[in-house]
């Protein structure tokens, strides 16, 4: 076994502790990766905090984890020593169902093991990499490219293949109107990545405070929600709306901004319902979607595109110290705009 350095929550309330946690040995097919940088994702702030159903505490949350090859199983093919690495949200699935065959391994029909708050294939608990070490098996690992520096790679294992996953599904590209709702962690990387693919982007925030960021990331407009006549100006526009938002909105507003067959994607997932009219869908044959990340394969691909176009998240990087308080900024929606922990502070 493999003794890691870690940070745990013991509660929905409790604050980040100093922890000890065990890795695996390397079974025949496992890669050790030396973690040297974890995002931090709203995902992680919803589950540490008990919002998204009954959590096997203590907990070691994230899934934004980029690091470096140190060992790895007798008949590993895909990696070595050496090699610079990450891992997503998900660490295992069945492998055998039509969905993981298709490389969708992210909508597992048996469930796919995310990398934190799940139960792996020996039975044990998985936690996730705010902490020094993980193993995990090969094909759940992807190559991070030499242009990518390791703390700006590591949200892109969520927060990227996050939007870049519906973007490529619904073919976000040229002569696409394409908005974004929402210009935090996930929505700055979703106005990059279309800007990228070729499509007309547009935000749609609360306010005009980050406009010149959003503009800088590559919108050519930028919107705020909090003003009645930007939902009069913008109705009947998009093809394609990302919702990256995990807090309740008024669906139905921003399903009125869809043209004639347009989908509004939730990539955000707030712990309250969301109402919907089905009049919002009915008149205009539009569609509201969900989207989760991507497969491994994906992934890659994102991994990939984001290096030929030059494409990195803006990130604020921590100590491991200041767990408690980035996420009480995330929460006030005060990070420019995504925390990543420097391990190596553990």
């Known amino acids: 076994m493999i003794t890691a350095k870690a940070r745990a929550v013991d509660g929905p309330d409790k604050p980040f502790r100093v922890a000890e946690i065990k890795r695996r040995d390397l079974d025949l097919h496992d890669v050790l990766i030396e973690i040297k940088y974890a995002g931090i994702c709203h995902s992680d702030i919803h589950t540490a905090h008990g919002e998204w159903g009954d959590v096997n505490y203590p907990l070691v949350p994230g899934h934004e984890i980029a690091g470096i090859v140190t060992d790895v199983g007798t008949e590993v093919t895909k990696y070595k020593v050496g090699d610079r690495v990450g891992v997503g949200c998900m660490v295992d699935s069945c492998g055998e169902c039509e969905n993981c065959r298709k490389g969708e391994e992210q909508y597992c029909l048996k469930g796919n093991i995310p990398t934190y708050a799940g139960v792996d294939k020996y039975g044990e608990p998985t936690q996730g990499g705010y902490s020094t070490h993980i193993v995990v098996t090969e094909d759940f690992v992807v190559r991070i490219p030499d242009n990518i520096e390791l703390d700006a790679a590591a949200p892109l294992l969520c927060a990227g293949i996050t939007t870049y996953s519906p973007l490529n599904h619904w073919q976000a590209g040229p002569g696409k109107k394409v908005a974004v709702v ?45 003003d009645p006549e930007t939902f009069n100006k913008l109705a009947s526009t998009f093809d394609l709306i990302i919702n990256t938002v995990s807090a309740k909105i008024d669906i139905n507003a921003y399903l009125s901004l869809l043209t004639l067959d347009g989908t509004l994607v939730n990539v955000g997932a707030p712990a309250e319902p969301l109402a919907l009219n089905v009049f919002s869908l009915i008149p205009h044959r539009r569609s509201f979607a969900g989207s989760m990340i991507g497969g491994i394969r994906e992934t890659q691909e994102m991994l990939d595109f984001c290096a030929k176009h030059n494409i990195v998240p803006k990130i604020e990087v921590i100590s491991a110290d200041q767990i408690d308080e980035a996420y009480e900024r995330v929460l006030a929606s005060d990070v420019k705009y995504r925390f990543v922990i420097d391990i190596s502070t553990m």
Request: proline share 0%; no cysteine.
């Open 182 to 226: 929402g210009m935090g962690g996930l929505g700055h990387m979703a106005v990059k990545i279309a800007h990228a693919m070729g499509a007309e982007v547009t935000v749609l925030s609360q306010s005009l405070k980050k406009k010149d960021d959003g503009l800088q990331f590559g919108a050519d407009n930028y919107y705020a929600t909090s």
